[in-house]
């Protein structure tokens, strides 16, 4: 009885031919995508060496002077590590961390900071939201002169910026000058060095560090997934919160991060225009480095700044990452 199964016959010799062609041709590329592949690394080195530098570098002397001691000396602080018979004697201190954790003035410049940030990037996403949104939804003519009203206040000083707004918010400054013309007010009003003046100042200079990456994100949405939700009964609330919103959460995270990340350690702007009672944790850093001269403290308020902030950044990372890779399972069972 002869066998069901078709007998393995050789390649054919065009499939050869393609082949020995393919191998051929992959020989001949290698060496352009060897010079490829060390182009890219070229390229990503560039960077790796930037932040090396200007970033690693830097952190590692900060982190050790924060184990320092502090000296009446030039440098202000012992050295890390001191030479006895020949041999390296490592001298580690605590005591700049547990001043940290034992007065109750750090504490309290930490968590002031954290609450002027959060309610700051609070009040520049309740403004910001609304101006991306509808400068992604105007016309192709409106939509570079608008966008060139947010970055215009770029083209002046920061310094200066803060400046003006003393000149607008002092007792004899413009607003309480039209607020007393308009019989508003009888005497002038307290407005600078506030809390209210130091929230105006913060939102005003950080307002478009939040508008731009939530244009950027909003300006790619699709216009037919709203109709479609519209077709489907979808109120312009409801069609907003289940499809626009969610589509805009990562502009929402990265302009959130853009906004509390400077915020937090901010200097000049609680200096000029907040109160004298309530000092945030970037004016402690300055007086500690210059005015005490207690480097290793200032040293240890530096780097629990930064542990502050990279742990959101950590977080947002992860969740980008675990949403990246839920997505190729959603098209899989779709």
Request: hydrophobic share 50%; aromatic share 10%.
């Amino acid at each position: 009885m002869p066998s069901s199964e078709a007998p393995l016959r050789p390649p054919s010799e065009p499939r050869a031919k393609t082949a020995l062609f393919a191998r051929g041709a992959l020989g001949r590329a290698g060496p352009r995508i060897q010079r490829f592949i060390r182009a890219r690394q070229l390229i990503a080195g560039i960077p790796s060496l930037w932040l090396a530098l200007f970033f690693l570098i830097p952190f590692l002397i900060v982190l050790e002077i924060s184990f320092s001691e502090p000296r009446l000396a030039i440098p202000p602080y012992a050295p890390l590590i001191a030479w006895l018979h020949g041999w390296p004697v490592p001298h580690i201190h605590l005591s700049s961390y547990a001043e940290l954790f034992t007065d109750p003035l750090y504490l309290r410049s930490y968590l002031y900071s954290i609450m002027v940030a959060a309610v700051s990037t609070l009040i520049c996403l309740g403004l910001g939201y609304p101006m991306a949104y509808a400068i992604a939804r105007a016309g192709e003519a409106w939509r570079t002169f608008l966008l060139m009203l947010i970055i215009l206040p770029f083209w002046t000083s920061f310094l200066l910026r803060v400046y003006a707004w003393i000149g607008l918010l002092q007792n004899d400054g413009l607003i309480n000058d039209v607020l007393l013309r308009l019989g508003l007010v009888h005497h002038p009003v307290t407005l600078l060095q506030t809390d209210f003046s130091l929230y105006i100042g913060i939102v005003y200079s950080y307002l478009p560090f939040m508008i731009l990456p939530l244009y950027a994100n909003l300006e790619k949405h699709d216009p037919a997934l709203l109709e479609a939700a519209a077709d489907l009964g979808a109120r312009p609330l409801t069609a907003f919160l289940r499809v626009t919103l969610p589509q805009s959460l990562p502009g929402i995270a990265a302009g959130s991060l853009l906004v509390f990340i400077p915020a937090v350690g901010e200097y000049v702007i609680p200096t000029l225009l907040g109160r004298t009672d309530q000092i945030m944790i970037g004016r402690i850093l300055s007086d500690e480095f210059f005015d005490n001269r207690n480097w290793p403290v200032a040293s240890g308020v530096a780097i629990l700044i930064l542990l502050l902030l990279v742990v959101p950044i950590v977080l947002l990372q992860r969740v980008e990452r675990r949403q990246l890779d839920a997505q190729p399972v959603e098209e899989a069972g779709a």
